[in-house]
């Protein structure tokens, strides 16, 4: 069966720090991957999505990032955090003609 | 279009029926999804419909689609303590994308 992992679970930046968030899916081969945020007490932005290794589709300007180095591995970075980077941050996953699949989130705090 | 509106809040009793309504605007959606959100969890899949059909059933789940009118509900019959959370509509946008509406945060009260 397939299963999506994100760490760290929680995380508190200072302002200006750098940020890296991972996701890995066990189970399945080529997936959609996304990277969400969802702000407190709202619903979901979508971030980026890759359809493969090394493509990446940046949905909102923004100071984060996003790399798929791996297959089934998708990251989210950014260089110096903003206090309005502080989220909880959703990772999905998809196979083709299927639906949405989310990970456990991590719950980041930029102080 | 891609813009799903859901009402932000409802309250029910602990053994009521709960329905959660939704509109969307993309006619050419394939599919339409229910996901719950638990405090502090990633969504889950609850159930979808596919957009040639009116009504689904699973277990205590009703899923009803109106596609004249672009509506959604989502009903939670004899609802739970457990039922308590966020509950998010979504309509498909393209072969990769979904959008979301801002969610529902159901209440149960005993």
């Known amino acids: 069966s397939q299963t999506i992992h994100q760490w760290p679970a929680t995380l508190v930046q200072p302002v200006g720090s750098p940020l890296s968030l991972e996701c890995t899916v066990e189970?399945?081969?080529?997936?959609?991957l996304y990277w969400y945020r969802q702000a407190a007490g709202r619903g979901l932005q979508l971030l980026f999505y890759?359809?493969?290794?090394?493509?990446i589709s940046s949905e909102v300007p923004q100071n984060l990032s996003a790399s798929r180095p791996q297959d089934r591995q998708f990251i989210l970075s950014s260089k110096k955090l903003l206090l309005s980077d502080s989220g909880f941050y959703l990772c999905?996953?998809?196979?083709?003609?299927?639906?949405?699949?989310f990970g456990p989130g991590t719950r980041l705090l930029v102080l | 279009g891609e813009d799903v509106e859901q009402s932000l809040f409802l309250s029910v009793r602990e053994g009521d029926s709960s329905v959660i309504n939704c509109t969307y605007t993309d006619s050419s959606s394939t599919y339409l999804y229910w996901y719950k959100q638990e405090p502090g969890a990633g969504l889950q899949l609850l159930t979808y419909?596919?957009?040639?059909?009116d009504m689904k059933q699973d277990q205590r789940l009703t899923v009803l689609l109106n596609k004249k009118d672009k509506h959604l509900s989502l009903r939670i019959a004899d609802t739970q303590t457990g039922d308590s959370a966020i509950y998010f509509c979504?309509?498909?946008?393209?072969?990769?994308?979904?959008?979301f509406g801002a969610g529902t945060t159901v209440t149960v009260r005993a």
């Open positions: 189970g399945t081969s080529n997936p959609n």
């Open positions: 419909i596919f957009s040639n059909m």
């Open positions: 890759s359809v493969g290794i090394g493509q």
């Open positions: 999905a996953w998809k196979a083709s003609s299927e639906t949405q699949y």
């Open positions: 979504a309509e498909t946008v393209n072969d990769y994308k979904l959008s």
